[in-house]
């Protein structure tokens, strides 16, 4: 995976869809997340015996210019529900100050439209230069002058979401978008700004990603140099079983999508199938990991998760800030599992990451956690889905039925992995927090250096 994301970076440069100018900029932020912050990181450990979140997800809006079907967030041009501008800079500060971290995630409702007393998404990049802002966008509003001025802010990769070609993304997103989506793109490319796509697969869907020519066509024609795959959440807007794709149709994937990663070094990241990089679950500030604000200040463990324990308005409002709404009953339940799951036992014997979701894969496990400790629902509809039998029977089956055909591949290839490695190593490499703060502690200092080796490249 690393390599893949050197290959996208060295494919953009010598394309030229990523400019000289935006990479010099691009160290100046994008470097600094691997390389600052350590002594804010160790003093976080030493105040509260763990790591901190290592990003955070902001929807800062849920109005959006289109309406999609099974919209995880419910978003549409009829809602208009924002954060302030103040509260929105707060947040990124404070996740600088208070865990060392300079990565933030803008989700929504369409991003590129939030507004807030004459203020935007650029003005706030422009403020904070030392953060690097990865942001999902439907594309469509991504002009010439956008793109400019992305280009010159230098530290967001918009991340465009398409559902196959044409008639499969204009089927879910409206007539005539796909095509504002290619526009969009080739102003990117010809700002030299980098970009990636998001790709929702449905059981609509999932046979066009199972083909070469859909990746090929928005990495090698048109120039993406990242994509994030996620699989549909029965979550949001309408919400139904019959839009996952089949446990079969996801192992499937999961093969498919490595393939890709490993013979043509591409960066591909599925949310839920890439668990065996990430170690599993990222959701309620797990460290490394992270956590996700709306749009009315709501605060939820991921953007898929949609119960809530605090409120950031509210948090403020008291004189508190970003570190105590990781100390919920709701948000230390979750990582309580993961750690009797994954980060608690030895790497011989850690769960099955390639199921990693409390969600999707785990459903019994987080109805018990919200039962116990009785967060908010987000909306009607995750008030409605916590009460209905049948949609956590068809879950709870589904994440069953996921394990039986993922558990093979996790056993003999990597437990098996582990298992053959020499004694005196597996008995040293237990997977807990000072072994995984050792791990990541290493990681950065490998990525320190990453950084001045390319930055000596390009001088």
Not at 44 to 69: M, Q, V, W
């Amino acid at each position: 995976m690393v390599l893949a994301l050197l290959r996208a970076v060295d494919h953009g440069l010598s394309s030229g869809y990523l400019s000289r100018e935006y990479w010099n900029k691009l160290f100046d932020s994008f470097g600094g997340i691997f390389t600052r912050g350590r002594e804010r990181v160790e003093a976080f450990k030493a105040k509260y015996g763990l790591e901190p979140p290592g990003f955070i997800t902001i929807s800062p809006t849920d109005h959006c210019n289109l309406r999609c079907e099974g919209c995880y967030a419910s978003s549409s041009e009829a809602k208009h529900t924002k954060l302030s501008y103040e509260t929105f800079s707060r947040i990124v500060r404070e996740q600088k100050e208070l865990w060392g971290s300079h990565f933030t995630v803008i989700s929504g409702g369409e991003p590129f439209i939030y507004r807030d007393k004459g203020r935007t998404l650029l003005d706030l990049a422009a403020e904070h230069q030392d953060t690097f802002f990865q942001v999902f966008t439907n594309g469509t509003l991504i002009s010439e002058k956008v793109a400019e001025k992305l280009a010159d802010v230098g530290n967001i990769t918009p991340a465009i979401s398409v559902e196959g070609f044409a008639e499969q993304t204009d089927q879910r997103r409206g007539k005539g978008v796909h095509k504002r989506i290619l526009k969009g793109m080739e102003n990117l490319r010809q700002a030299g700004v980098p970009f990636g796509i998001s790709v929702t697969a449905t059981s609509k869907n999932v046979d066009i990603l199972l083909t070469d020519e859909f990746w090929d066509f928005y990495f090698d024609q048109q120039g993406a140099l990242y994509s994030w795959l996620f699989q549909y959440m029965p979550v949001g807007r309408a919400y139904t079983l019959s839009l996952m794709i089949s446990p079969e149709k996801r192992m499937q994937l999961y093969h498919h999508v490595w393939r890709h990663v490993r013979e043509k070094e591409r960066f591909i990241a599925d949310f839920w199938n890439s668990g065996t990089v990430s170690t599993g679950c990222i959701a309620a500030g797990v460290h490394g990991g992270y956590f996700h604000i709306l749009w009315d200040g709501q605060v939820t463990p991921c953007v898929f998760n949609h119960y809530s324990t605090d409120n950031i308005n509210d948090v403020y409002a008291r004189g508190d800030n970003l570190d105590c709404v990781l100390f919920s009953p709701y948000f230390e339940g979750i990582r309580k599992w993961q750690r009797a799951y994954v980060y608690d036992r030895p790497p011989g014997e850690m769960g099955n990451v390639i199921a990693p979701c409390p969600i999707r894969d785990h459903y019994a496990c987080l109805y018990d956690i919200i039962q116990e400790t009785h967060p908010t629902p987000q909306d009607q509809a995750a008030a409605e889905a916590i009460q209905d039998a049948e949609y956590r029977k068809g879950l709870i089956d589904y994440g069953e039925r996921f394990l039986k055909v993922s558990d093979p591949v996790w056993r003999d290839v990597y437990l098996a992995s582990y298992n053959d490695a020499p004694q005196g190593v597996a008995n040293q490499s237990r997977a807990t927090p000072a072994y995984l703060a050792r791990t990541i502690h290493l990681v950065h200092e490998a990525r320190r250096k990453l950084t001045q080796s390319l930055r000596s490249l390009l001088s």
